[in-house]
């Protein structure tokens, strides 16, 4: 399993951006749970965005709700994290990460949960200036 991110820039605040992740090694017709995780220097890495094959619901961190939106393109194997609004504190590496299963009413508890993940992507570098 391969997860390479794009898209990273630095912007002003107020500003949006793309962030891409390819995925490979998988099938989008297999079970998962895919997030959108960042960390800023000095804090702990933090789940922004993630969605699950066993839940309906897509779960955001609260501060960045109605801002971010995670999506796939299962042809393409590729999960995006559109952002929008962008703000100085959303500065941060983001990556994004899988783990494997079915796991039907897991929860957003878990599924922010970067313990839980098996597989990451190196990470791109968002910088939103004042």
């Known amino acids: 399993v391969q997860l390479v991110e794009s898209g990273g820039a630095s912007v002003g605040a107020g500003g949006s951006l793309r962030l891409s992740c390819e995925a490979s090694g998988f099938s989008f017709d297999d079970h998962f749970v895919f997030g959108w995780f960042r960390q800023a220097p000095g804090k702990e890495r933090e789940g922004v965005a993630t969605f699950s094959t066993g839940e309906t619901r897509k779960y955001y961190t609260d501060s960045v709700k109605g801002r971010f939106t995670i999506s796939s393109d299962d042809i393409e194997n590729t999960v995006f994290l559109e952002m929008k609004s962008l703000k100085p504190e959303d500065t941060a590496v983001y990556s994004c990460?899988?783990?494997?299963?079915?796991?039907?009413?897991?929860?957003?508890?878990?599924?922010?949960?970067?313990?839980?993940?098996?597989?990451w992507g190196h990470g791109t570098q968002v910088t939103v200036s004042t």
């Open positions: 990460a899988i783990f494997f299963g079915l796991h039907v009413g897991i929860g957003k508890r878990a599924m922010i949960d970067p313990g839980r993940y098996r597989y």
